[in-house]
């Protein structure tokens, strides 16, 4: 097995053209209470996949150990994170139609009453031409307008700091097709009242 990633949570490897996920054991918790926590956190982002897969822009979980251990589907493309400045520069219709379809799908989480919890773009792979979101570590189900605001607020805020060139251009597309609903655009809505409860927390600190 080839090491490819390792986050706060948990080491990614890459063996025969799959993906394992290992969830670090903590030693600062009591023993009992990391193998549980790493047990739940495991099961649930195996089953938020198992509700996505039908839609076909996450990867396939092929085995889940119930305890810490996922082995996934391994979608052999880059990151959107490494491409998507330099498909704006060369191909901005391109660039547009990407972001247009990371927002489909990200209503369509929405929809299905899924939330991300960390939008990124380290964890968006555009493979074969088709964004696949990755990394449901930290996902949960959840009806409330304000965490699928707080979900687009960290895309905002990942667009801002690593694509800064870009970002406003990219978040108006995403914005515009995330909004098409009626139900979306109070979750836009929401957005707006969680970044102006951010300026305020700013302003007083």
């Known amino acids: 097995m080839k090491l490819i990633s390792q986050g706060a949570e948990a080491k990614i490897y890459l063996t025969e053209n799959k993906i394992v996920k290992d969830r670090i054991r903590k ?3 009591i023993k009992e209470i990391d193998e549980k926590l790493r047990g739940f956190r495991t ?9 996505l897969e039908k839609f076909g822009f996450v990867p396939k979980v092929l085995y889940n150990d119930k305890k810490e ?10 990151k959107i994170r490494d ?4 498909l704006f520069v060369k191909d ?3 660039c ?12 369509l989480m929405h929809d299905n009453d899924i939330v991300h919890g960390d939008l990124t773009t380290s964890n968006m792979i555009l493979f074969n031409d088709v964004v696949y979101f990755i990394d449901f ?4 189900v959840s009806t409330k307008d304000e965490d699928k605001a707080v979900d687009l607020h960290l895309l905002k805020q990942a667009l801002e700091s690593k694509h800064y060139k870009i970002w406003e251009a990219c978040f108006k597309v995403i914005a515009k097709e995330y909004g098409k609903s009626k139900n979306n655009k109070e979750v836009l809505n ?6 102006a409860r951010g300026r305020n927390k700013n302003k007083g600190s």
């Open 43 to 51: 099961r649930r982002e195996a089953k938020i996949l198992g509700k």
């Open 83 to 86: 491409v998507i400045d330099e």
């Open 27 to 29: 030693d600062y918790r």
């Open 190 to 195: 929401k957005l707006e009242k969680v970044e």
């Open 96 to 107: 547009f139609s990407v972001c247009k379809d990371m927002a489909k799908k990200i209503r």
């Open 137 to 140: 570590g930290l996902s949960q």
């Open 69 to 78: 251990k996922l082995t996934l589907e391994y979608l052999d493309g880059p």
């Open 92 to 94: 901005k219709k391109k």
